[in-house]
């Protein structure tokens, strides 16, 4: 059997000579986003805040490595490391100290040292075709300006642009910090941040430890901890053997993944802010110890089982009533298209607390997923969303209701909005698909639409690439096409797989051959309405692009 190692490492001995990181070439490019790699940020920066001396952990490594020996292919892990690697240069190029400079240059890259027989290299070395780009605009001394300044369009891989993107966000971040906030956050880095280092000498058992470590087993989790605890406190044998009962009904209701996600929205709900550790930890003492001892019965028959019901309804959209049902749920399945679920705690308090009123939580949803749309439009990170919906939260315990102050957007934030609807739209990609869906169910006016196809996607009308010879040359110009490509107007959606020969062709044999279903037909109202033009010119896609932003501008009270 080979040697397996694990080791809790503190960040300044990861980035030592013990480990010469290197990404093997069948491994995906990096990937992380700037939400993510602000979000690393913010999480450090709270660390920071939190002022205390106990470790912070940033996750796990899996490494193919030889006992004593510093070469580590890296099987989990490149994400992370890669982003801790452009937060150290960007650190250590904002410096003003000349010795700080140099400590953190150390970590980013190994120096040379003939006595220990050491060459200076970079620490980490990415995927080949990557490798010199990051080299030379980040783990080079003084190069993060360099990069900030380079066109992103001009870079040829999606790596080197994520890289060029998180450079700059987290430079923008980091500038406005003070030198000595910013010293804080280098020493926290180096004296009390940690990684998990898996190694294994053999690539077969790292890729085993890789999938053991990201299976999801039936191991204990939070939840079982927690009813164990409200379980056990109840004294009565019949008591306790009811709550079980309630307990695990809830449970079974919504399957043991979303149980467990009803959880940190509780979390949410009682706390209203962001979580600082993990569930086990917090949500003891802010909220299960509310109700230990003596009020463990009301924990189950109060908290669990309305709350697990209110959201199996908004998962599934189906909440009841006399009248208006149909509405409600149209919001659950609009707020369902986002990318994340932190707007659910305002849901779920909604629905616990004004379930028998649809007129009030058709005008509550309709504000929430207006402000959940705009967040999401404008690309807001992780931690000002989620607190935003934790100050909607306190103003609707104090009684505010619809008119919560947190619902409103600024000027700015409208402004925002309408700026990203009405730019480059198919770009975007986690977005464009929303808005497209959101627009074509205005123009369609079936509220709640939500097609049951197998597949739906996005296409250009005005292709991306059209060929030299062909009309769309004739209709637009190099800057007409530069400008209108990409933008909300020239979008259509379809239910077929796409077809990079039909997306060049003609506007007419485009509309018979391409944008028509089976039958003459097709199920969106947005792309029906582009096929009634005899063709498609500057002037009929400038008039679509301002009809679609002004439905979405009045919709959402841009």
């Excluded at 199996?312 to 399945?333: H, L, P, T």
Aim: charged letters at 30%; aromatic letters at 8%; glycine letters at 4%.
């Amino acid at each position: 059997m080979q040697k397996l190692e694990a080791h809790e490492m503190p960040l300044h001995k990861v980035f030592s000579s013990d480990y010469d990181f290197r990404i093997p070439d069948y491994q995906r490019p990096y990937a992380w986003q700037e939400e993510q790699a602000v979000q690393l940020l913010t999480d450090l920066a709270e660390a920071l805040e939190r002022g205390t001396d106990e470790p912070y952990f940033l996750g796990s490594l899996v490494l193919v490595k030889a006992s004593g020996e510093p070469r580590s292919d890296v099987i989990d892990g490149q994400q992370r490391l890669t982003t801790l690697t452009i937060l150290l240069s960007v650190l250590r190029d904002l410096t003003t100290t000349p010795e700080l400079c140099d400590a953190l240059h150390k970590l980013v890259n190994q120096p040379g040292d003939p006595i220990l027989g050491l060459m200076p290299k970079p620490r980490l070395r990415p995927r080949p075709r990557d490798a010199e780009f990051f080299r030379k605009h980040v783990q080079t001394g003084g190069a993060i300006e360099t990069l900030l300044g380079i066109d992103r369009n001009t870079l040829p891989t999606d790596a080197q642009k994520a890289v060029r993107d998180n450079a700059l966000a987290l430079y923008r971040e980091l500038a406005r910090w003070s030198e000595e906030r910013r010293l804080g956050l280098v020493r926290m880095l180096g004296e009390r941040t940690f990684l998990v280092v898996v190694a294994t000498p053999d690539l077969e058992s790292a890729h085993r430890i890789f999938s053991v470590m990201n299976s999801r087993g039936l191991d204990l989790s939070p939840t079982d901890i927690f009813k164990s605890q409200i379980i056990g406190a109840l004294e009565d044998a019949q008591e306790s053997e009811d709550c079980a009962r309630r307990w695990e009904d809830a449970e079974e209701t919504l399957g043991r993944d979303d149980f467990a996600d009803l959880f940190l929205h509780l979390r949410m709900i009682y706390e209203k802010k962001r979580a600082e550790r993990e569930l086990l930890k917090e949500f003891p003492t802010q909220v299960l110890n509310q109700y230990l001892p003596g009020k463990a019965e009301v924990f189950v028959n109060d908290v669990v089982v309305p709350y697990a019901e209110a959201y199996a309804q908004i998962r599934d959209a189906r909440y009841e009533a006399s009248f208006g049902s149909e509405k409600v749920n149209a919001w659950f399945k609009r707020l369902q298209q986002t990318d994340n679920n932190d707007w659910r705690p305002a849901a779920l308090w909604a629905l616990r607390n004004h379930e028998h009123d649809p007129v009030w939580l058709d005008r509550f949803l309709k504000a929430l997923e207006r402000l959940s749309a705009s967040m999401f439009i404008r690309r807001v990170y992780t931690t000002p969303r989620v607190t935003r919906y934790a100050e909607l939260l306190r103003q609707l315990d104090q009684g505010q209701g619809l008119d919560s102050p947190a619902f409103e957007l600024t000027e700015t934030e409208k402004s925002e909005t309408r700026s990203r609807l009405e730019g480059e739209l198919y770009l975007v990609a986690k977005t464009r698909k929303f808005v497209l869906l959101r627009v074509d169910e205005l123009l369609s006016e079936a509220h709640g639409v939500k097609y049951d196809l197998p597949l739906i996607t996005v296409e250009h009308v005005l292709p991306q690439n059209p060929s030299a010879d062909s009309r769309w040359v004739d209709l637009f110009d190099r800057a007409q096409r530069e400008h209108w490509t990409h933008r909300l107007g020239n979008l259509v959606l379809l239910n077929r797989a796409k077809n990079s020969a039909a997306q060049n062709y003609d506007f007419a044999a485009k509309k018979a051959r391409y944008f028509t279903g089976r039958g003459g037909s097709v199920p969106f109202a947005l792309t029906s309405q582009v096929l009634q033009h005899d063709d498609w010119t500057p002037e009929a896609l400038a008039a679509q692009q301002r009809r679609l932003v002004d439905l979405l501008t009045t919709e959402w009270a841009l």
